[in-house]
Structure formats: structure tokens, C-alpha cells
């Protein structure tokens, strides 16, 4: 009786438009072009090169950090030439001066991969989603023992690569960037260097996605929760170290779960769990694991959106170890221990999400929900897209401390519109932009908006 009434109550708030469709036959493509095998073989490659230290020999076509950015900077350009030459393949390099964890000068190499949106209107919007090459053994500062990264990190460059292969064969309104970047180890270095270039050329970086540790679904005690990534998304601490004047906003309307970071997080929970069959997004609303950092961070304290994959349960053996036997159990990072059909299916999670992203209009800017008045009905207004295939709008929303979107209602091309008998103080809500062919962006939260 109970889940009738529930059933009853779920379809009176279904949209009275035309469903969209549930998948998109462009991202199974892609995600059906993604292939453990080329994985497997890229970290096996990667974890070849001994070390890949940020302060390793560069001269070395074997060893090294130097040999490696080298190598990945051919797979790129093959698998770009492979399909039709529009994946743009480029080293990004700078000299770090001496630092906490760097000694001497030395010159830190991001390989940057760009497809370029196809869609005028979309082609300046851009998502990033990197891992980083270098590697380290037990000390942070040894160049030279092996170290040889399998997972950490990389599956996350593997899986990055494998995207960038298969996605490069496809058309994305929007601009994809794929980064292995350097110098994390050292104190995120490669990814804050092109964090703040991007930010001095004003560049739109819609949504940003690091992979670090994604190599194994198996835990310390031999638990396998194979079907499962966590996923750090949460923008509101580097906001509030940036004194963003968005800040008092967010936080008068309740918003504190709902940055642009947390939304990418939503949303990418939500394509990952439609198109890739058996794997669960473990939403965590944290900027990342206590005492860690990663890439994504430099992103969201420049004021990206900027999440982070990482396995389910980390077996710290086979982190940031030397190579060696202990009371007979093998520690380091070594290919042994990673997973490559779960790193495939993380990389499908992220492809799900970028593809998704990239066909999809952008975020409708400055949505507001209107407070006029003393009234249970909630109004709310945003700036129209520019896409020339926008279709119209789509209001989301949740009962407050549901942590999904629960709620939807599609209400055609317009800028403002009213939810009857809704109160604003009772839900937490969000505007979603929809194209033609059903691609939808993530939700825009609603600030306080008055005449
Ligand atoms: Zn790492």
C-alpha cells in the first residue's frame, strides 16, 4: 500500500514532456571502444621504466621520467594520427624552482592531449580529466629506486590514455582535455602549473576529473568490492579558502552541498550508474582522503568544478613503497596488484561522464530562486544558452539531505518558471539544460535572487 502511494506520488512529478532517451548511443561507443587489454599493456609499459621519480634521469630512453613522458607522448600521437589526426598532442613544460620537495631547478613535463569541441557555441567550454606519471618508492625524495607506479598512478594515466584513443574517433560539441601530468609526488606541481596558466588565459574549465589510485578493487584483508570507485566531490572548502564572494550565498541557501564540484559529482554518479552495468559511484562529499591530496586540488582552488576517482579501499603495501619482500609479503607498487579489467571499467565511469558532459549544453548560468515574497510556491530564473541545439530547461530536485536528485520536471525553453505549491524552504533545487538529442548538463544551484 505504502510503495503504491509512493509510486502514485513519484509519477505526479514526472515531467509531462517526452522523456528523453536514458543513453546515448554516441557514449556507448565510446565506452564499448575502451579495452582493458590496451590498459593493461600501458601500465605494464609504465611500470617499466624503473622509476618515474619527477627527479629521475631524463636522458635515458628506458629509464626514467624522461623516457616516460617521451613514450606517452608517442602513444598519443599514434592513436591520434590512428584517428584522423584532431587529437592535439603536446608537451606543457615549465622549470620548478626549488621547493619542499625539490632540491634544484628542474623541468616538469605535462603531455596535454586536446580534442577540440566541434560546436561554436561549446567549443571554449572545456573538461579536464588527468592521472599523473610520476611515481615515488618510500622516500619522496629518492630519484632512484625503483618505483614502478603501477597504480599509483599508472591506471589513472592508462585510463586517460585509453579515453583519449577511443574518444579521439568521436565529435563532442564541447573541448576534452586529457593530461598525464608530473611532479604530484613533489606537491601536485604539474597540475597547479596548468591550473593557473589556464586561469591567467581566462579559459572555461567546466568540470574538471583527476585519477589517482584506481587500480584495484581489492583491499588489504582480500575483500573485492569490484562493482564500486569512490568519488571525492566537494568544492566548498577551497571556496572558502579563495574567499569567494559566492560564498555567503551558498551558504544562506543551504548550498553547502551543492557547488559546482558537488554537482559534477551528481552527475557523474548519475552517467556512470546508467551506462556502465554494476558499478556504484560512492558519492563522498570530502575534497579528498585525510591526509592526501591530488590533482583535482589545484582546479578547485583556482574555482573549477574538480572531483576525484580513487579505489574503494586502498591496500597501503602497495603505495608509495620500495619493491621489497617484508615477513615474506611483497610490497611496492607493482603491476601484480592492479586489476586491469576494474581500471577499465573506471575508465568507463569517466568516459560515461565526459562523453555525457561534451554532447550536453553547458550549465545555464546565474540561476536564481526568487525571494520576493512570503509564498510556497518557488520560482526560479536563469540566463538562456546559446547552443544552437538547446532544446529547453529541466528543474531538478531533492528533499533536503537526500544526497541525489530525486525529482525531475521538464518545462520547455524558458528562463523563468514557477513550481506550484513547492516551497523553496523544503526542497533544495536545480536548472539542467537539455539539447535535441536529450543530452542534459549538470544542474545549476539556484542562488537567492531579488529584483
Ligand atoms: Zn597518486
Not at 521538464?410 to 533545487?429: H, S
Amino acid at each position: 500500500m505504502r510503495a503504491s502511494l509512493a509510486l502514485v506520488l513519484f509519477l505526479a512529478v514526472l515531467p509531462c514532456a517526452a522523456q528523453p532517451p536514458a543513453r546515448n548511443p554516441q557514449v556507448d561507443a565510446v565506452l564499448n571502444g575502451i579495452q582493458a587489454a590496451n590498459i593493461e599493456a600501458r601500465i605494464r609499459k609504465l611500470a617499466s621504466f624503473h622509476t618515474r621519480h619527477t627527479l629521475s634521469r631524463t636522458d635515458s630512453d628506458t629509464q626514467g621520467i624522461g623516457a616516460a613522458r617521451r613514450w606517452i607522448k608517442a602513444e598519443l600521437d599514434q592513436c591520434s594520427r590512428a584517428a584522423g589526426g584532431r587529437l592535439q598532442v603536446a608537451f606543457d613544460a615549465f622549470i620548478q624552482q626549488p621547493g619542499r620537495r625539490v632540491p634544484r631547478p628542474v623541468e616538469i613535463v605535462n603531455v596535454v592531449a586536446t580534442l577540440p569541441g566541434t560546436q561554436p557555441q561549446a567549443a571554449s567550454r572545456i573538461y579536464v580529466v588527468s592521472g599523473h606519471y610520476d611515481s615515488i618508492p618510500s622516500n619522496v625524495m629518492d630519484a632512484e629506486a625503483q618505483a614502478p607506479g603501477a597504480n599509483d598512478d599508472a591506471s589513472g594515466v592508462a585510463a586517460v590514455m585509453e579515453m583519449a584513443c577511443v574518444m579521439a574517433f568521436h565529435r563532442f560539441d564541447a573541448t576534452l582535455v586529457f593530461m598525464a601530468v608530473a611532479g604530484e609526488e613533489q606537491g601536485l606541481l604539474g597540475s597547479a602549473h596548468w591550473a593557473e596558466e589556464t586561469k591567467k588565459k581566462r579559459l572555461n574549465i567546466a568540470g574538471m576529473i583527476s585519477n589517482d589510485i584506481i587500480g584495484s578493487p581489492t583491499g588489504p584483508d582480500g575483500k573485492r568490492y569490484d562493482g564500486a570507485v569512490r568519488l571525492f566531490a566537494n568544492g566548498l572548502p577551497a571556496l572558502i579558502t579563495s574567499k569567494s564572494p559566492e560564498l555567503e550565498q551558498i551558504a544562506r541557501a543551504g548550498g553547502e552541498n551543492d557547488t559546482p564540484a558537488h554537482e559534477l559529482g551528481r552527475y557523474l554518479k548519475d552517467t556512470a550508474e546508467r551506462y556502465v552495468p554494476g558499478m556504484t559511484v560512492r558519492l563522498i562529499p570530502r575534497p579528498d582522503r585525510f591526509l592526501r591530496g591530488g590533482d583535482h586540488l589545484p582546479f578547485l582552488e583556482r574555482g573549477y568544478a574538480a572531483v576525484r576517482f580513487v579505489e574503494p579501499v586502498e591496500d597501503y603495501r602497495h603505495q608509495h613503497k620500495n619493491v621489497t619482500v617484508v615477513n615474506g609479503v611483497q610490497e611496492g607498487d607493482l603491476p601484480q596488484f592492479v586489476d586491469f579489467d576494474y581500471v577499465a571499467k573506471v575508465a568507463r565511469v569517466n568516459a560515461a561522464g565526459l562523453a555525457s558532459l561534451a554532447l550536453a549544453p553547458a550549465v545555464p548560468r546565474d540561476a536564481g530562486v526568487e525571494v520576493v515574497q512570503l509564498e510556497n510556491d518557488t520560482t526560479l530564473r536563469w540566463r538562456a544558452n546559446d547552443e544552437p541545439d538547446l532544446a529547453g530547461y529541466r528543474i531538478v530536485w531533492r528533499e533536503v539531505g537526500a544526497p541525489t536528485w530525486q525529482y525531475t520536471r521538464d518545462v520547455g525553453n524558458v528562463a523563468r518558471y514557477t513550481l506550484k505549491d513547492m516551497p523553496k524552504d523544503n526542497y533544495i533545487f536545480g536548472v539542467v539544460a537539455l539539447d535535441r538529442d536529450g543530452n542534459a548538463s549538470p544542474a545549476a544551484f539556484p542562488r537567492p535572487w531579488r529584483p
